[in-house]
């Protein structure tokens, strides 16, 4: 059961990579990074409505929660924009992984400080590791677009 919780996350993330590459094109169709952030969260605002509306999951919500916790729908559309403006400028490799990496980063931060409701514990060496080994695939990556860019401009 938990192999299936951890192939059905790198699906999801595998899903991210497809979607940095829709919102590519997404943003050649508009031209501009927050038109294309509004027409993606407007898309998926609406897809979610309707399947609220249709009674997809079977639950209601029975009250609101805090207000607090409204921050990750503008924190979404942040991510959105910004990386659609990464992956247009440095690839959808360096994006992919630079975002990888940011996501560690930050549940090491995190979990580290017990933020949000988590026990707070120190990270392992080995965490530490696959930061440091994410940083050095995110340079590879960029050090790779350079040269393909220089290769594309010299023929």
């Not at 508009?30 to 952030?37: E, F, G, I």
């Not at 399947?51 to 639950?59: R, S, T, V, Y």
């Not at 530490?128 to 023929?155: F, T």
């Amino acid at each position: 059961m938990n192999w299936l919780v951890v192939l059905g996350t790198l699906g999801a993330g595998l899903g991210l990579s497809g979607s940095a590459a829709f919102n590519l094109r997404l943003l050649q169709a508009v031209r501009v990074p927050l038109a294309a952030s509004l027409v993606n969260f407007s898309g998926g605002a609406a897809l979610l409505l309707l399947l609220w509306a249709c009674g997809i999951d079977g639950h209601r919500p029975d009250h609101w929660p805090a207000a607090w916790m409204f921050i990750g729908g503008p924190l979404g559309a942040i991510y959105v924009t910004v990386n659609i403006i990464g992956a247009a400028r440095f690839g959808i490799g360096v994006s992919t992984v630079a975002v990888t990496l940011g996501q560690v980063l930050g549940a090491l931060l995190i979990s580290s400080l017990g933020w949000f409701g988590q026990h707070a514990q120190r990270p392992s060496w080995q965490a530490w590791l696959s930061a440091l080994l994410l940083l050095g695939a995110v340079g590879l990556l960029a050090q790779d677009r350079q040269n393909s860019l220089r290769r594309s401009v010299d023929k």
